[in-house]
């Protein structure tokens, strides 16, 4: 290796002879030096190349001097190039580089936001590596279409936040990559047909498109029976719509946030297999144009439902013939589902611990759900609140492990069904409980509230409860969590329990 007074000595030369190296006229002619010795330097095309190696080509001082143009690097003899440029500022033609045994550029130019120079001769034939390749490269948008991917397995996050790329890379062989996770993650711009890809290797389709807001690309033809999770692949991807209903989906488990937010996608998927898929969480949250035809699906080993149609503005299909034996949480299920109301009366939901705002905001629901095992239910917060249609009979329901029923019915305008043989005797939290039920005005005097710790607004504005509630022993309730109890509601003074004050 030259020493830091030999190098500076060649640097302090060539600065004398007045070459700077920075012209572009080297573009399409990869200079090789394969049997120079690593250190020296030589002459070609009118610049000054130095050999660089694995070790060479990282030095800081060699970094700096390319970088202000006082030499060019010959990278005959480099097979790592990973994490180069991470960072830099960097902004240099290196389109002569001589990339033919280098196996790795994962992170290479990774947030180099400055950075956008012709690489479209580059042979990438050995590169096995192109993870973050240009992961946060805002400027970078170089045609990279005639590049050999055939031996590359990793591209996850490959255009990460490269915000401006939008290049055609529809050629490219990547039928030995494994994972696509984040490869388009918030590349705004990009929206290129990926047809042609062949997927058949991949695992991990993991957010490939999320936040990528422009890309509507046709990938129906694309071959996916070994991927395992496709969690967030189109999240914020607000033009995708196209038909990707003929996947092969034999092997995938995870879908969570798959289509969240993916506000124009409504495409049929009843042929997707799905037996193997235990979470389905966020699957359609705000997809609000979906309304496709899932009703065949093999749910049986998903546990979590949780946020599945939140804000699914569109869907109401038939999806009462699921069996939901796993299912243990269905939080936000429906909320604000504003035109969901098909039956889901033959559910299993004796595993169902959580229900919380399971039809909040769900304006148009008004099924019968009463032969439900709860049994297993410990929170029920919010659970029907603002579900102004819903008037169904639920005082079947085994409550015996119900812990949380804060806001369960409030702003439920219309429920006024009997429920005083609900066992409460575990219920520790119902503020807000009936808060604005302004038609409930059932008797529950009998129930067992000796557990019951906050009651704050639990009937206020319930203006037409006026049933009598002294019996009712809230001695673990303080002050702090007895606001507001029974304000605006058609309650005397005497109907009233013991407060604590």
């Known amino acids: ?233 189109f999240m914020d991807a607000h033009a995708f719509n196209q038909d990707i209903g003929f996947w092969n989906t034999f092997s995938l488990v995870d879908v969570k946030d798959m289509f969240r937010n993916a506000i124009r996608f409504d495409q049929d998927l009843g042929g997707w297999f799905t037996s193997r898929i235990t979470d389905m969480r966020g699957m359609f949250a705000g997809a609000q144009r979906f309304n496709g035809r899932i009703g065949w699906w093999d749910v049986s080993r998903v546990v979590d439902m949780s946020d599945m149609f939140n804000g699914a503005k569109h869907f109401n299909r038939m999806i009462g013939f699921w069996d939901t034996s796993s299912l243990t949480a269905a939080a936000n299920m429906f909320r604000d589902a504003r035109r969901f109301d098909k039956p889901l009366l033959g559910w299993y939901t004796g595993n169902l611990t959580n229900t919380s705002f399971m039809f909040r905001g769900a304006t148009s629901f008004n099924q019968y759900i009463g032969c439900w095992d709860t049994s297993a239910l410990v929170s029920a917060t919010g659970m029907f609140w603002g579900a102004t249609r819903f008037n169904r009979f639920i005082g079947w329901w085994d409550t015996q492990n119900l812990q949380y029923a804060s806001g369960m019915f409030a702003y439920a305008t219309r429920f006024n069904q009997d429920i005083s043989g609900w066992d409460i005797s575990g219920l520790k939290r119902a503020n807000s409980m009936f808060q ?64 604590p004050e």
């Open 1 to 233: 290796m030259k020493s830091t007074y030999q190098r500076e000595g060649i640097y302090a030369g060539l600065a004398l002879l007045g070459m700077t190296c920075t012209m572009s006229a080297f573009a399409g002619q990869p200079v090789t030096c394969g049997d120079r010795e690593a250190g020296s330097v030589f002459e070609t095309n009118g610049a000054s190349y130095l050999v660089v190696d694995d070790a060479l080509i990282r030095d800081a001082e060699n970094l700096d001097a390319l970088k202000q143009g006082k030499i060019r690097f010959c990278t005959s003899q480099v097979a790592n190039m990973s994490s180069l440029f991470a960072g830099d500022d960097f902004n240099q033609d290196i389109s002569d580089w001589d990339t033919a045994q280098v196996t790795d550029m994962s992170s290479m130019f990774a947030g180099a936001a400055e950075f956008n120079q012709d690489l479209s001769d580059w042979n990438t034939a050995l590169v096995k590596d192109m993870h973050s390749m240009f992961m946060g490269a805002h400027q970078f948008n170089g045609d990279v279409s005639h590049w050999n991917t055939a031996n590359v397995t990793d591209m996850s996050s490959m255009f990460e936040d490269a915000s401006a790329f939008n290049r055609n890379i529809s050629h490219w062989n990547i039928s030995k990559v494994t994972s696509l996770e984040k490869t388009f993650y918030q590349a705004t711009r990009f929206n290129q047909n990926l047809r042609n890809w062949n997927t058949s290797g991949v695992t991990s389709m993991k957010m490939t498109f999320a936040g990528a807001v422009h890309f509507n690309g046709d990938i129906s033809r694309w071959n996916t029976p070994r991927v395992t999770t496709m969690a967030g692949m």
């Open 436 to 499: 604005e039920a302004t038609s409930f005005n059932q008797d529950i005097t009998g129930w067992d509230t000796s557990s019951l710790e906050r009651v704050i607004s639990m009937f206020e504005h319930a203006s037409a409860f006026d049933q009598d509630l002294s019996g009712w022993d809230l001695s673990h309730v303080t002050a702090k969590y007895a606001q507001n109890f029974a304000r605006f509601s058609a309650m005397t003074e005497e109907q009233l329990p013991v407060l």
